[in-house]
């Protein structure tokens, strides 16, 4: 159903003319619309272009010896203008709420918000891999554009609003996702790292469209508001067990998609073998994509979806636990619904994972994937609230997770030589930024801002985000969760302040040399770390930012209408 | 502006000034930040100055409003001389580091002026949550202070076990802060001091408080991180963590877990005395075995930390007064000797008492000094100490005289240990080790110390000017 527009807006043309029957459909979709032709006609420039260019290159490599890349220069600077222009379209689209082509897609703040997030962290992590793609020789305009289709199937993916719709979406973005992680053809870790994200993305897409079937085959429906108003409907003795499961393969789908723990064992070989560009890359936008596909799934529509019988999960009575702890648990665990349960497990598994894992690496993107492992456990505590402060604090989490992921990134894609090597490195070992505080003393004190922030000490950013975290988890009583979520904050600390130690006490090691800072890393590291470093004046900012979590309770307050009215 | 806001942001604005000096400049970097921090230790005498000490009040208050973050910051009479304390510490901490600290000057200063700025935060945050924010970014420079300036190569080893044992207590710390907000719905001190807690509440949020500032303290189980940092850590750095940070735990047990959980303070009171005096005897006894001069005075630093746990938990006006002065006076004479031990340390290059003999022919300044300190530090009568601990033993015997009794076991111990290591030091042959490379003290050193030994002395002689202050405050708290 369309909203009418808004009060102020006055259409421009009041003519009598024909509406098309889409037209408000298509105005909400504009954006991703304008992103979707963008990447088909870069494509076609680039294609058309490269030939010339190509022809070019050639007579120089011939003539004066210089290899110069190939169109990726001009193709990502459009790129990075056709993130901008769609973020200025989605600020301007006068329809914010609207269900659109039959249910397919849905439009709300939430969503609004969520797309935000995704397009600036795309847009970050293009700028800051300008000028890596430029000296890495990644030779292929197509990386770029992949990184734009990607973009938009999420955005898709995001707003969607029917299974169907969602599937296709996530099918879109995997398929780029694989690309992009093979994409150094010449890197025998690069292709291992594409084979395998192939293998298990492909897996995990399976699992998750047999889920999607199962609820299909189950309820009859695709459609989540209606996934919603049956499963809220549902008297005392009605279980929908195949719905259920349904549910619980959608989850592990998702989960494999975001390396949730036990799901991340393709994580750390991923994050390490593809280009460091798309790393940065992968380890932020899918996140806050199917986070915020989480928040409408979960916590609408298979919110009531409550069968205790089929799925209970008695951890409680193992024997030889002190009772206190027994009663921990087994309150945790048989208080709460069917999904929160899932996440609750994964959730305590990432967190602990995370931390263990990342202690003993010595390259530093496999230390990050683990540490990513780790703040998805505690995205996954906001979920699992299954309240307005819990997702508020999601929200808040994700928006500070986007800026220390885009900082660390931008230090680990600045130029760097080494010894013995002829061409421009980056820093690849966690022992390589024994050189930082030496050679360069402003980005060691940036870094080490950012990874005590990681950590989550007080004042910095990171801190804020986890104390939301905790408090939106203390009151709805998952005091379990809580606990371990402030314990393995103590066990990360361990290997994030063995970075700080490693960048600044011990004596060099391996003999690097930073090159200048590219200009535009540069100015996103600056601003990243006056966020970092100054959110703690005024933390409730984020807050405020994420208080559209007010269309969710509205939401809420509806099904919770629904189901007092069906009780 | 209010002293008080000011007093907060000169550091930070040193900090900032310094932030733009060019590195090579070390003479002015040094002379601009002593000049700063002198100017702060000035302007918080202007505290005091203006102090009203008939009101139990607290004053010069400054809230701050806003959308998202409102506090009060402001002052009593315990703060008012912790952060004098403060103020009166750091222009020794870059004083001390003039010509030892050779490389990094500019992060050195940089990083006590912000430290500065957050420990006097600290005392004077009337908001739970803030208080807990600054309690625990004290943690960040301190450990970088440790990690780059510290002495040995076992200084990872230090600032770990300092970093990982505070984090951990104060994780727990925030859980109690989260379970406060959720029955209040706020952080503010000032409304939490009305607020009643079910029995049951305080006991847990207690227990939560108590992880984080016992580790502070330290308390017996998790002292072992003290004597690790105090040895690893630059003498500097030795005198925030001696001065200041010990008495971070101490402030937070007087500010908040007494008054806020009378009953669980109650409560646990037989458990704080059983830990203290276990504490008080056991490492009296280890800091005699000790041979590392730093490390005599960090167990000795242990055990007075500890009697000012049980003032405090003595629950009257005097032990709670006693203790305050405890802490103020180990504020100074502890870095006063942890500077003694600097001093011999940019001599010989070495802190093992074998080493030394004799120093009291090639040394006689110093050795008066060190004696005067080493004094204070038994708590001899006219020293700083002794006012301390005469009324924590006054307060504790009305409450429990077995307590008493074997708290003021810690005297004598004190003099064994005391005693002993300044007799290793000043007295016996001379060493021929380094007997061509002595030199007394120098002009800058002597004026170092001359603050102290005047604190000391006045602190010892007149301590009714301080105790007038606070006799209001403490009433306060303990709800007279």
């Known amino acids: 159903m369309v909203q009418p527009f808004p009060d102020d807006f006055k259409p421009v043309l009041e003519t009598d003319f024909q509406i098309f029957l889409f037209e408000n459909h298509f105005k909400t979709v504009f954006p991703e619309i304008f992103c979707l032709f963008a990447s088909v006609l870069l494509l076609i420039y680039g294609v058309l272009y490269a030939r010339i260019h190509q022809a070019n290159a050639d007579t120089l490599r011939r003539k004066m010896k210089i290899f110069p890349p190939i169109m990726v220069n001009h193709v990502s600077l459009l790129v990075i203008l056709a993130f901008l222009l769609t973020l200025i379209l989605m600020f301007n689209n006068p329809i914010m709420h609207a269900t659109i082509f039959y249910n397919t897609l849905v439009c709300d703040d939430l969503i609004f918000f969520c797309k935000i997030l995704i397009i600036c962290s795309a847009l970050l992590s293009v700028c800051i891999s300008l000028d890596y793609v430029r000296k890495q020789a990644l030779n292929a305009f197509e990386y770029i554009i992949l990184l734009l289709l990607a973009t938009c199937s999420m955005l898709f993916l995001i707003s969607s609003a029917d299974m169907i719709s969602m599937y296709l979406a996530i099918e879109l973005q995997s398929l780029c996702f694989y690309v992009l992680a093979a994409f150094k053809r010449n890197s025998e870790f690069s292709t291992e790292a594409g084979l395998k994200y192939f293998v298990l993305g492909a897996f995990s897409s399976g699992v998750l469209l047999f889920g999607c079937s199962l609820i299909y085959g189950f309820t009859g429906i695709t459609n989540f508001s209606e996934l919603t108003k049956i499963f809220s409907c549902t008297g005392e003795n009605q279980h929908f067990t195949g719905a259920l499961i349904g549910m619980i393969f959608v989850a592990v789908g998702f989960l494999f998609k975001i390396t949730a723990v036990p799901f991340h064992t393709w994580a750390p070989d991923v994050y390490e073998g593809s280009p460091t560009s798309v790393t940065a890359f992968f380890a932020i936008t899918p996140k806050i994509a199917i986070l915020g596909l989480f928040v409408r799934l979960f916590e609408s529509s298979f919110y009531d979806l409550n069968t205790e019988a089929a799925f209970s999960l008695q951890l409680g009575t193992t024997q030889g636990v002190s009772t206190t702890f027994n009663k921990l648990l087994s309150m945790e665990f048989t208080s709460t619904l069917p999904w929160q349960k899932i996440f609750l497990f994964c959730s305590i598994a990432s967190m602990i994972v995370g931390a263990l894992g990342a202690m003993n690496q010595k390259k530093i993107k496999r230390l990050l994937a683990y540490s990513s492992i780790g703040h998805v456990g505690y995205f996954l505590i906001g979920l699992c609230c299954g309240t307005v402060e819990g997702i508020q604090a999601l929200l808040i989490n994700l928006i500070i997770y986007l800026v220390m992921t885009i900082n660390i990134f931008a230090i680990i894609l600045s130029p760097v030589r080494r010894d013995f090597v002829h061409s421009v490195q980056r820093i690849k070992y966690i022992s390589d930024l024994s050189v930082l505080f030496k050679t360069n003393p402003i980005l060691a004190i940036t870094l080490a801002v950012n990874f005590f922030s990681m950590a989550g000490l007080p004042p910095l950013a990171g801190f804020w985000g986890k104390y939301y975290l905790l408090f939106s988890a203390f009151s709805c009583e998952l005091y379990l969760v809580a606990i371990v979520g402030g314990l393995a904050t103590v066990l990360s600390c361990v290997y994030y302040i063995r970075l700080v130690h490693i960048s600044y006490f011990e004596k060099i090691q391996n003999r690097l040399i930073f090159e200048r800072v590219p200009k535009i890393n540069g100015w996103i590291l600056a601003i990243t770390f006056f966020f970092i470093l100054f959110l703690f004046v005024s933390p409730g900012a984020t807050r405020r930012s994420t208080s559209i979590t007010r269309s969710l309770l509205q939401r809420i307050e509806i099904r919770d209408h629904i189901t007092d009215r069906h009780a | ?480």
């Not at chain 2, 167990?299 to 005097?318: K, T």
């Not at chain 2, 709670?320 to 340390?345: D, K, N, Q, R, T």
């Not at chain 2, 040394?363 to 924590?392: K, Q, R, S």
Request: aromatic share 16%.
């Open chain 2, 1 to 480: 502006m209010s002293i008080l806001v000011s007093i907060i942001f000169i550091p930070i604005i040193g900090a900032l000034i310094l932030f733009f000096v060019p590195n090579w400049k070390t003479q002015l970097i040094k002379n601009i930040a002593l000049n700063v921090s002198c100017l702060n230790f000035l302007m918080s005498l202007l505290l005091w100055i203006y102090f009203d000490h008939s009101t139990a009040k607290f004053q010069f208050s400054q809230t701050i409003y806003s959308e998202s973050l409102s506090f009060t910051i402001a002052i009593d009479g315990i703060s008012l001389f912790f952060i004098i304390l403060t103020t009166f510490l750091v222009p020794v901490c870059i004083l001390v580091g003039w010509k030892t600290i050779s490389n990094y000057v500019k992060e050195y200063c940089i990083a006590f002026l912000i430290l500065e700025t957050l420990m006097i935060a600290v005392f004077c945050m009337l908001d739970l949550l803030l208080f807990y924010v600054f309690f625990e970014s004290v943690l960040i420079p301190m450990f970088i202070i440790i990690g780059v300036w510290g002495s040995r190569e076992r200084k990872i080893r230090a600032a770990y076990q300092f970093f990982i044992y505070t984090l951990f207590g104060s994780i727990i710390m925030l859980l109690g802060i989260l379970i406060i907000y959720l029955q209040t719905g706020t952080t503010d001190y000032q409304i939490l001091y009305t607020t009643e807690f079910s029995e049951k509440r305080q006991i847990i949020i207690w227990a939560t408080f108590f992880a984080s500032f016992a580790v502070k303290v330290p308390m017996i189980p998790v002292h072992i991180w003290l004597p690790e940092a105090h040895v690893e850590a630059p003498t500097a750095g030795s005198v925030i963590l001696a001065g200041i940070l010990l008495k971070l735990g101490t402030y937070g047990f007087l500010r908040f877990s007494i008054p806020l959980f009378p009953y669980a303070s109650m409560y646990f009171t037989p458990l704080l005395y059983t830990m203290s005096i276990i504490a008080i005897i056991y490492t009296s006894f280890t800091t005699i075995r000790q041979v590392d001069l730093k490390k005599i005075i960090a167990y000795s630093s242990v055990a007075h930390m500890n009697i000012v746990i049980i003032g405090l938990f003595s629950m009257n006006s005097i032990g709670i007064e006693g203790s305050i002065m405890l802490m103020l006076s180990h504020g100074i004479v502890s870095p006063a000797l942890f500077l003694c031990v600097g001093v011999l340390y940019d001599r010989y290059k070495t802190r093992l008492c074998r080493y030394y003999g004799g120093c009291v022919h090639t040394m006689p300044i110093f050795c008066i000094l060190f004696c005067l300190f080493t004094m204070a530090n038994i708590a001899l009568p006219l020293t700083a100490n002794f006012v301390g601990e005469l009324l924590v033993f006054q307060g504790v015997f009305c409450n429990n005289t077995l307590v008493a009794f074997l708290s003021a076991t810690s005297m004598i111990c004190s003099g064994g240990y005391s005693l002993l290591a300044y007799g290793r030091v000043a007295y016996g042959s001379c060493k021929p080790y380094y007997i061509r490379s002595f030199s007394d003290l120098s002009r800058r050193e002597f004026f170092m110390f001359i603050p102290f030994v005047v604190v000391t002395l006045w602190l010892g002689v007149t301590p009714q000017c301080f105790l007038d202050a606070m006799h209001c405050s403490v009433a306060n708290i303990l709800n007279i």
